[in-house]
């Protein structure tokens, strides 16, 4: 039987890829064509869904930066981690809430003026998903290597 090393957070890892790709670059844009979804209505589930994955992905961020830190040192997946914390901190702190006000403005009925916030937000959410899916590959690469 093989012994498969930190497996809680080779699970985590690639559910935590899983979610951000299925709704970060799935479900955000496509919603809004669906018949009858208005842009207050596509915001507000928008709005829903965002939070429910921020809280969602700290979960998955304690157990896979505990699989990190309890096993063998390994300086590459403990440096990607920082990176995805620091993304998923800007996310949780600043970009979220200010996305959140600017969808209360249009649920509201008005038209916040232009906006970057959204490029950031993309952008973090890619660069989340690069080093969750290295990290990942790494847990694996290091279970391939553990079984010789």
């Known amino acids: ?4 090393e930190q497996p809680l957070g080779i699970i985590a890892v690639f559910i935590w890829v899983g979610m951000v790709t299925a709704i970060s670059f799935m479900e955000a844009w ?5 018949p009858g979804v208005t842009l207050p209505i596509g915001l507000g589930i928008g709005r829903l869904v965002f939070g429910a994955l921020n809280r969602v992905e700290w979960v998955l961020a304690v157990v896979v930066t505990a699989s990190i830190l309890f096993g063998k040192r ?9 990176i995805v914390l620091l993304a998923l901190l800007l996310q949780t702190f600043w970009l979220l809430p200010a996305l959140d ?9 008005q038209t916040p ?3 970057s916030l959204h490029i950031y937000f993309v952008a973090a959410e890619s660069l989340k998903l690069i080093c969750l899916t290295i990290t990942g590959i790494l847990f694996l690469e290091k ?3 553990h079984g010789k």
């Open 101 to 109: 006000g600017r969808a209360e403005i249009y649920i509201s009925g």
């Open 113 to 115: 003026g232009p906006s």
């Open 30 to 34: 496509l919603k809004f064509r669906a």
């Open 1 to 4: 039987m093989v012994k498969v």
């Open 74 to 82: 390994n300086t590459v997946r403990y440096s990607l981690m920082c």
């Open 143 to 145: 279970n391939k290597d």
